[in-house]
């Protein structure tokens, strides 16, 4: 009896020691589009399809990573409501009231002339959930 009970607390010590390491995996969603237009604000529109998609799977407080067209820095930039709710100079992704496209901006600034974006640009978002 005593030989069991040690046998089994030391087997469960093993198991708690060695054994039960939780292994998460991420989710990756990846969407691609493209620019479909720059609003008077500086502001990018991606295209109706893109931001179907977007709409599909985007959750607000999202970390999405961007990458415009080949060969750019990947832009980091939070899922949110409101221009407010980053702060100031902050990269921000929202989808518009009026039309439901999903927009990239730059709180009180210009994510257009800051990037040298352009209409018609590969637009590659990735979330990582």
Known sequence: ???TLKYIIFSFSALILFGCAVKTTKNVINIVGQIGSIDEYGNVVLD???SAQAKAYLELGDSLNIHF????EKLICKMVKDYGDVPVGDYLARFDNDTDLLKLAINQGQISKTNNLRKGMAVSIDVVR
């Open 1 to 3: 009896m005593k030989l």
């Open 48 to 50: 109706k399809k893109s």
């Open 69 to 72: 067209g080949e060969d750019s």
